[in-house]
């Protein structure tokens, strides 16, 4: 079955902390693996993608097939980075369905 | 260049009556996804709408339809509502053939 597992509901840091939050995933193919946050009173927004390979405010994803993990770090965490971060897999190149993890919330405190 | 809007923002219901959620695309998208999502919960897919048809399903029932519009605009459709259909649902667009997808604001219904 496909799924997004995210361990953590929330993650509490204190600003300059390094951050990583863990997205395992269940999939027999080869599916491409987001990263979507979610600030307070905003949109859903795509964070990163896995082809893209891109450091985005600073937050970096390595996929791991081995261990079928994307897990999302950064390594001096901001207070503005608090939000809801959803993990979420897409089952073919085009992308079609996205399947989300429950999301890990991010706090950062100073 | 215009985001992804829905209407409305929220909406109350009873139990067994009908509902119509709609969604507007962002400019220049041909293809809509809508997502429930639950107190608490990832969003889940729903269907995905490309060429006014039907292109990808997630496990709800038939009670839950769609269309989509030559403006590539969607409407959700629910049926016969349960009380576990009170839930923030997500509008998508994006482009065939590219994975982002552009999330709306959500229209957030609750079922008495």
């Known amino acids: 079955a496909q799924r997004v597992t995210q361990p953590e509901k929330l993650l509490s840091v204190f600003k300059g902390a390094p951050v990583e939050l863990k997205c395992n995933y269940s999939?027999?193919?080869?599916?491409?693996l987001f990263w979507y946050v979610q600030y307070s009173r905003q949109r859903l927004q795509l964070l990163l993608r896995?082809?893209s390979r891109e450091s985005i405010k600073g937050f970096t994803a390595d996929l791991n097939k081995g261990e079928t993990s994307f897990h999302l770090k950064k390594p001096f965490a901001q207070e503005e980075d608090s939000a809801m971060y959803y993990c979420?897999?897409?089952?073919?190149?085009?992308?079609?369905?996205?399947?989300f993890g429950k999301g890990t919330t991010l706090s950062v405190s100073s | 260049e215009t985001g992804v809007t829905q209407s409305p923002t929220h909406l109350i219901k009873t139990r067994g009556q009908q509902v119509t959620l709609r969604c507007s695309s962002q400019?220049?998208?041909?293809?809509v996804s809508w997502y429930q999502q639950a107190l608490g919960q990832g969003p889940q897919f729903i269907f995905q709408?490309?060429?006014?048809?039907?292109?990808g399903r997630g496990n709800f029932p038939p009670r839950f339809s769609g269309l989509q519009f030559p403006n590539y605009s969607s409407e959700l459709n629910v049926n016969a509502l349960e009380l576990d259909d009170s839930a923030l649902y997500l509008c998508?667009?994006?482009?065939?053939?590219?994975?982002?997808?552009?999330f709306g604001p959500g229209t957030r219904l609750t079922v008495l």
């Open positions: 998508a667009s994006s482009l065939r053939g590219f994975s982002e997808q552009f």
């Open positions: 999939y027999s193919g080869s599916p491409e």
């Open positions: 979420a897999l897409s089952p073919h190149q085009a992308g079609t369905a996205l399947i």
């Open positions: 896995h082809i």
């Open positions: 400019s220049g998208h041909n293809t």
């Open positions: 709408y490309y060429r006014e048809e039907e292109n």
